[in-house]
């Protein structure tokens, strides 16, 4: 199994979840056994990331790993929160992350991390 983990230190810089994005898709070329859309596997790791910022204290990991048939994305961040899947109104511009997570990914949860805080994963196959 090959995978690599990227921490993310708030407040993160301008540009940085671009630069995230490319060691992502340069990791996937590395690592191209599953068969995953790049687009689709990026849209989920940003949308994971970006939830993981806006709501969680401390720093953020991200991993990346893959077996012969499947492709893992987890992010890590301190809190204890559960994601909750919201009803967004039509007009608002956020809310709708895990609703996106579904439909992207081929599974998706999250666990408890052993010396706190939690991990959303989802997998692509």
Not at 75 to 104: H, K, M, N
């Amino acid at each position: 199994m090959a995978h690599e983990t990227r921490r993310i230190q708030p407040p993160i810089p301008p540009g940085y979840l671009a630069e995230l994005r490319r060691w992502a898709r340069h990791w996937l070329k590395q690592n191209s056994r599953v068969p995953a859309d790049p687009d689709t596997v990026m849209l989920a790791l940003t949308e994971m990331v970006t939830n993981s910022i806006r709501h969680a204290p401390g720093p953020v990991e991200v991993e990346l790993s893959v077996d012969t048939r499947v492709l893992v994305v987890g992010v890590s961040d301190l809190s204890t929160v559960l994601p909750q899947q919201s009803t967004a109104p039509t007009e608002a511009e956020d809310g709708r992350g895990l609703i996106l997570l579904e439909q992207l990914a081929n599974r998706w949860g999250v666990r408890a991390r052993p010396h706190g805080g939690k991990t959303v994963w989802c997998e692509f196959s």
